[in-house]
């Protein structure tokens, strides 16, 4: 599968953003679907995970309160809102698939995603 996200830019402390993330083919409803971000200089890290059929999700604590995943499997897109933006939230913000069918907890390190979007710059000023 391939991911494009998009929905990237800048925006002030406080504010919102939309990521997407579109995949190809028709097969988007067999993945767990994840977003990571990664800041210069530091590892990628978790942010949010979605299950396939959509009614699971898991949060990064950073995360939490403020970050909502959510997917369309009709559309083939993941979507990540972002409110009450912080300037520590600043990164470049990946969407990837993991196609494990028998997993039982949903996966939030980036060895278990099996395909990558290209990225999506946030820059939040403060």
């Known amino acids: 599968v391939q991911l494009q996200a998009s929905g990237g830019g800048l925006v002030q402390a406080g504010g919102s953003l939309r990521l997407s993330c579109a995949a190809s083919?028709?097969?988007?409803?067999?993945?767990?679907m994840g977003w990571f971000r990664q800041a210069p200089g530091k590892e990628r890290e978790f942010v949010a995970v979605?299950?396939?059929?959509?009614?699971?999700?898991d949060y990064a604590e950073s995360a939490k309160g403020r970050f909502t995943i959510s997917r369309d499997n009709a559309k083939y897109t993941v979507y990540l809102q972002m409110n009450s933006l912080k300037s520590e939230d600043t990164a470049v913000y990946y969407c990837a698939a993991d196609s494990d069918r028998w997993i039982v907890v949903l996966p939030t390190t980036p060895a278990k995603y099996d395909y990558w979007g290209q990225g999506a710059l946030v820059t939040v000023s403060s």
């Open positions: 083919g028709r097969t988007f409803s067999s993945y767990h």
């Open positions: 979605i299950s396939r059929s959509g009614s699971s999700t």
